[in-house]
Every structure is written in C-alpha cells, then in structure tokens.
C-alpha cells in the first residue's frame, strides 16, 4: 500500500476496463448464487405449501415485509405492527416504506408477492451497488491491482473459521453461534445474501468515507516539518477562492450528506464513520505533531451535516415507552472475544505483515489500521448493537490481509506470480467454506418445505381474506409464531410477534399461552381482549400446541373466516 500516497489526485481514474469488467463479472456471479435457494424455494411451492421468500434470518425478513406493507397501503410514518400499544409514527424504515410505495405500483393483485419480489430486486440491486463501492473503496488505498483484487474477492465471497467450529460440532462454542454465520455487519456475503439496506447503508458508510478521505487528500501530509504548518481552519476552507480547498469543503458536504441518508436507513451506523474518521483525525495531528485544523474542519462539516438522524433516534427512543422497550429488548451483544479471533484470525495474521509498511505510508494508505485498531473499542462500548459497530470491518482488515499476503510471496524485489496465486487460492479456500456451507445447507433444507421457510396456503389465504376486512389501528392475538407472520399478509397490528418490537416481549408470550391453555377462565380472557383491545383472534396449529382452548365454543368470539386447520374470530364484548 505504500504506492497509494500523496502523488495521487483525487480526480484520477482509479481503476481500469479490465478491472471493471473483473468486478462486473465478480459482482454477477455474486449475486446469482446469493439468488439460487430463493429461486429454488419458489420452484417448491406447490398447492399446500406457500414460500416465504426467505430462507435466512427469517423473523427478521418477516418483519421487513410487514414494514414494506406500510408503505404500500400508504404510511410515511412507521408504526410498530408488533405491539398493540398506542405509540407515535417514527421516521425508522423509511427504506423499507419505499420500497412498498413501489411494489404498490406493479401490476398484479397478490401484494404480499410484490412485496417479497421487490424486496429481493433491492437485494440484488443495493448489492451489486455495494460491491463495486467496495473495489472503488480499495482502489482509493492501494495502486497495486492484484492486491485490490484479492481483497475483492475475499470481501465478497470470504467469511471466517466458523466453518470449522461447526463441523468439529462447536456451533454453540462459547454461547454463540460463529459470527460469519450470523454476523451481516462483519460480513458482506451475508448481507448480498439477505439485507438489501444494510447493502445501501455500507455502501453510503463507504461513500462517505472516500469523500472525506478526497477532501483530505490535496493537502495532507504526515510530516512535522510540512509546509502546510500554520494553516487556517474553517475560515480559509471556506473563505478562500481556490478551487481545491472550495472542493475540499465541497467532498465534506458530500460525505455528510452520504452519511446522513446512511442514518435514515441505518441510524446507528453514523457512529462507526464518525468513530474511525475521528480516530484518523486524531492519529493524524500525531502524526503531524500538530493539530490538523483544516482537516477538523472538513470533518465537522461531515460530522454536522450527518448528525440530525443520531439525535432524532436517540430522543425517539427515550422518548416513549414503546420505543424504551425496543430499545432495551433488542440487545446484540458481542460474544467472547475468542469468536472475533475465529471469525478474523487468519486475515489478522496476515495483516499483521502488512502493517509496518503501511504506516509508514503516506496519507490515506494507514487508514486501514486505525479503523482496524478502533473496532475492538467499538465492539464492546457499553450499547445494546455493540456487535453490529463492527460494519464494515471486512473491508479494512481483508485489504490488509491481501497486502500482507504479497508481502509474504514478494522475493528478491518480484512478485512470483505461481507463488502469488497459489497463496491467495489457499487463503480463499480457508475462507469461503462458511459461505458454502450456508449455501448448501439452506438449499437442501428446502426439499422438506419446513416451517417457517414455507407456510401452509390455507394459512394464506385465510390471511388475505382478514386482510380485506381490517385496518391497520386492529389488533390480531395469535401465538408468537403467528403473530410474525401475520402483519406481512395484513395490514393491522398484532399482539406480540417479534422479539424487540413487541412491548414486553416475554410477558405477553406468557399471557398467549394461558390464553390458549384450556383450563384459563372465561373471565381473564375477556378482560385480557378488553384490556389491549384485541379485535380478531387467530386460531391455527401452532395457537393448538399452546392448550385446548377452542374459540369456537367462546360466546365472544366470532368466526369469520376459515381454511383448513385456520380459522379467524372476530371479539365481540
């Protein structure tokens, strides 16, 4: 990396046909076998089964779609369909309501398919969008060609040792699954897999950073003796009528705006630019032996222009109760550090050769190891997501494995090309078993059509018969697995159904099961329905495995739609 210095120009071109039409290439086989198990899934489905359209992080997807179903049916607002608590509309899942106001465009009656098809266009979409950010992103830190390739390709296709944890059975080693398993911020093949606004979020992470990297870049230099000492700050960027510092402030601007969009989608997310940028900052006055005043200043540009998302979701989740709880409730912590060794040890060592070189390096090519250095503060800082402000790691650490790699290979002042290759093959067979083992695995899991990948179509079309008849302040009581279910086929709220939206997740789990457990009194049932306001009661082989209870017997229920082993009944008190 040390070719990546100050004789660059931000208006360089950066990569070459050859290697766009290596990303281009990269990106479509990507994103063809991300594709196969969904595609698989809905060739499956037949009279009796219906495809989910997801065959990972289930729930959550789920829960996606129902939020999509709110911008369909019109909401710019976003109300929790999870929880029958009177709370306010939040701006969260903006990209999500957009992306139903689209579906709601299409032609075809099935919403809840449109959604889903669009949902999965978004993936495929975001995603090729993110990989080619990613290589634009390397290209910016390093000239060497085979080194920004490498890392590419173990970005986009490489995951950690979790493949080995669970084939010498230790998939719950330590308490937790291995995280390039279940880790979308550590990992991108898992987020081109399933999460099309974690691919925009990262990719406006990205975007950011190489603005404010650009903005940087005509006027930084490492050296003490610089003559840039005694520069002015926001005064002089601001003031002065020379183009490049007029585009400095210009690419700061630019950085913030991508960062404060990133904060629509992701809010937290905002916290990892500001933490690595700041970091660099710092690390660079160090440097410098001075304090980098026009540098601060560009970066507070970012910083201010990012910051309205930060603010507004800390207040929106102090603010309420509802909210309170989800926040308290949606606890992803980081596991035992030995499962972030598992996950990154091998592209660490790597790395670890690579670092003297580039911190000798001039500006930006030392970036990668303060972001690097930063992410183990960030992993396990005091917050509920600590482990989701790993985003992005995968990007910095595999570019640095790549160069320690070379370095390794490098002999007698050549890069032996067979010795190259060989040693990257093997660095990419070490990697890419996790990702093949998920892939294979979900694929094969879907000749027995299990639940909740598939449903019962009697359970659909019981859904969207309920869904023509209620509106979306009604409240649907169900088991927890139904209620998961039920708001992506019907736009009204349900009891519980989600493990951090619901309010008092667990409490009110525990109320279904005695709701449903037969030798409940009438009594508690009807003030339960009264108390929350529950209008419609669900009643299908799951609310079955809870107790005996049939509703068909209540005289404050009443049946009005039925399929199979589903019913609905509507509350009468």
Avoid at 74 to 92: D, K, M, N, Q
Avoid at 162 to 182: A, M, Q, R, Y
Avoid at 280 to 308: D, H, K, M, Y
Wanted: proline share 6%; hydrophobic share 50%.
């Amino acid at each position: 990396m040390v070719e990546a210095t100050k004789e660059r120009r931000p208006t360089e071109r950066l990569t070459t046909a050859s290697e766009r039409r290596f990303v281009l290439l990269g990106t479509i086989v990507a994103m063809v076998i991300t594709s196969i198990p969904y595609v698989v899934g809905t060739i499956l489905s037949d009279e009796e089964r219906v495809f989910s359209g997801f065959v990972y992080a289930i729930s959550d997807c789920t829960s996606y779609i129902a939020k999509m179903r709110q911008g369909a049916e019109g909401a710019w607002l976003f109300h929790i369909p999870y929880t029958p608590e009177t709370h306010p509309g939040a701006v969260f899942f903006l990209f999500h309501r957009l992306l139903g106001k689209v579906a709601a465009l299409l032609p075809g009656g099935n919403l809840t398919q449109k959604l889903i098809w669009v949902y999965h266009a978004a993936r495929v979409a975001f995603g090729a969008g993110l990989l080619v950010t990613i290589y634009r992103f390397l290209a910016l830190l390093t000239r060497r060609v085979e080194v920004r390739r490498l890392a590419w390709v173990l970005v986009t296709y490489g995951g950690g040792l979790g493949w080995l944890l669970v084939t010498l059975g230790k998939s719950d080693w330590l308490g937790s699954t291995p995280l390039d398993f279940i880790l979308p911020e550590g990992f991108t093949f898992l987020v081109l897999f399933a999460f099309p606004h974690i691919a925009l979020a990262r990719t406006l992470l990205l975007t950011g950073l190489m603005a404010l990297m650009e903005a940087w870049l005509p006027t930084t230099t490492d050296q003490p003796d610089s003559r840039e000492a005694g520069r002015p700050g926001l005064a002089r960027v601001a003031g002065s009528i020379q183009a490049p510092q007029w585009r400095a402030a210009g690419l700061a601007g630019l950085a913030g705006l991508a960062w404060l969009l990133m904060g629509v989608v992701v809010p937290f997310y905002v916290a990892v630019a500001w933490a690595v940028m700041g970091s660099v900052w710092a690390v660079l006055c160090v440097r410098r032996r001075r304090v980098a005043w026009t540098e601060a200043a560009l970066g507070f540009i970012a910083g201010l222009l990012s910051a309205p998302m930060v603010i507004y979701s800390v207040w929106r989740f102090s603010s309420h109760p509802v909210y309170a709880a989800w926040a308290a409730q949606n606890q992803v912590l980081s596991p035992h550090p030995a499962h972030y060794l598992a996950a990154y040890g091998l592209p660490l060592a790597l790395g670890m050769a690579a670092v003297p070189e580039a911190w000798r390096a001039a500006w930006p090519a030392w970036l990668p190891v303060v972001w690097i250095a930063v992410v183990p503060f960030l992993a396990y800082v005091p917050f509920n997501l600590q482990r989701r402000l790993t985003e992005a790691i995968q990007v910095p650490l595999y570019l640095l494995a790549a160069e320690g790699l070379r370095r390794i290979t490098y002999v007698e002042g050549d890069l032996p090309r067979l010795r190259w290759r060989l040693a990257a093959l093997a660095v990419l067979l070490v990697l890419v078993p996790t990702n093949v083992m998920l892939l294979t695995r979900t694929t094969e899991a879907l000749g027995d059509r299990p639940s909740p990948i598939y449903r019962d179509r009697a359970e659909a079309t019981v859904l969207d018969q309920l869904a023509q008849r209620v509106n979306d302040n009604d409240v649907i009581l169900g088991s927890y697995e139904s209620g998961n279910t039920i708001p992506s086929r019907v736009g009204a709220r349900v009891f519980v159904g989600h493990g951090a939206e619901s309010y008092r997740a667990a409490e009110k789990r525990d109320e279904v099961a005695r709701f449903f457990d037969g030798s409940t009194d009438d009594g508690w049932r009807r003030d339960l329905l009264k108390r929350y306001g529950v209008d419609y009661v669900f009643w299908g082989p799951e609310e079955r495995t809870l107790g005996s209870f049939d509703p068909r017997a209540a005289p404050y229920l009443r049946q009005r739609h039925k399929q199979g082993a589903y019913a609905v009944f509507q509350v009468e008190l």
